[in-house]
T-cell receptor, first 114, second 110 residues
Framework: AQSVTQPDIHITVSEGASLELRCNYS??????LFWYVQSPGQGLQLLLK??????LVQGIKGFEAEFKRSQSSFNLRKPSVHWSDAAEYFC????????????FGGGTRLMVKP | KAGVTQTPRYLIKTRGQQVTLSCSPI?????VSWYQQTPGQGLQFLFE???????NKGNFPGRFSGRQFSNSRSEMNVSTLELGDSALYLC?????????FGPGTRLTVT
């Protein structure tokens, strides 16, 4: 069965510091990979996606992620965190070619210190 | 272009009752998926509809059902509510493999 693991439940970083959120997946085929962000009481916003091609993908709000097949990872990075980045981040794997059936990781809650 | 809308945003029901939640996808999107989000289980896929047909289904009991109309709007229904059904129910509409989520309906079962 497909699974997604986000090893860090909580992460606290200082404003201006760099950020890396980890995501590991287990999936038999080439995965469709996504990162979403959720602010309190809100729905999910798509940050970026990987379907194929260049393994380093750029997203919105200055985020990027790198797909590493050998490590089954799709880590999210940002060079300089802003206070407004505080939220919960979810990594997800698409379960079919259309990517319309997602398996989510447990999420990482990011807190930003001033 | 308007985003995904869900109604109602908040709902309080009693155990044993049934509930219907509504989702209007982004114009032109034909696929609608539903997810349940709880603190204990996280985000779990319920089902997906495409052109009025259920295309995928998650591992939920038959009390959870859905449908899609010809205008792509979707409803999900939960019958015989249980306390454990308290959750945020998220709807997403899709195009080209990208899913766009609505704000969710917060269901509380008492």
């Amino acid at each position: 069965a497909q699974s997604v693991t986000q090893p860090d439940i909580h992460i606290t970083v200082s404003e201006g510091a760099s950020l890396e959120l980890r995501c590991n997946y287990s999936y038999g085929a080439t995965p469709y990979l996504f990162w979403y962000v959720q602010s309190p009481g809100q729905g999910l916003q798509l940050l970026l996606k990987y379907f194929s091609g260049d393994t380093l993908v750029q997203g919105i709000k200055g985020f990027e992620a790198e797909f590493k097949r050998s490590q089954s990872s799709f880590n999210l990075r940002k060079p300089s965190v802003h206070w407004s980045d505080a939220a919960e981040y979810f990594c997800a794997v698409g379960l079919n070619n259309a990517g319309n059936m997602l398996t989510f990781g447990g999420g990482t809650r990011l807190m930003v210190k001033p | 272009k308007a985003g995904v809308t869900q109604t109602p945003r908040y709902l309080i029901k009693t155990r044993g009752q049934q509930v219907t939640l509504s989702c209007s996808p982004i114009s032109g999107h034909r696929s609608v998926s539903w997810y349940q989000q709880t603190p204990g289980q996280g985000l779990q896929f319920l089902f997906e509809y495409f052109s009025e047909t259920q295309r995928n289904k998650g591992n939920f009991p038959g009390r959870f059902s859905g449908r899609q109309f010809s205008n792509s709007r979707s409803e999900m229904n939960v019958s015989t509510l249980e306390l454990g059904d308290s959750a945020l129910y998220l709807c997403a509409s899709s195009v080209a493999g990208e899913q766009y989520f609505g704000p969710g309906t917060r269901l509380t079962v008492t």
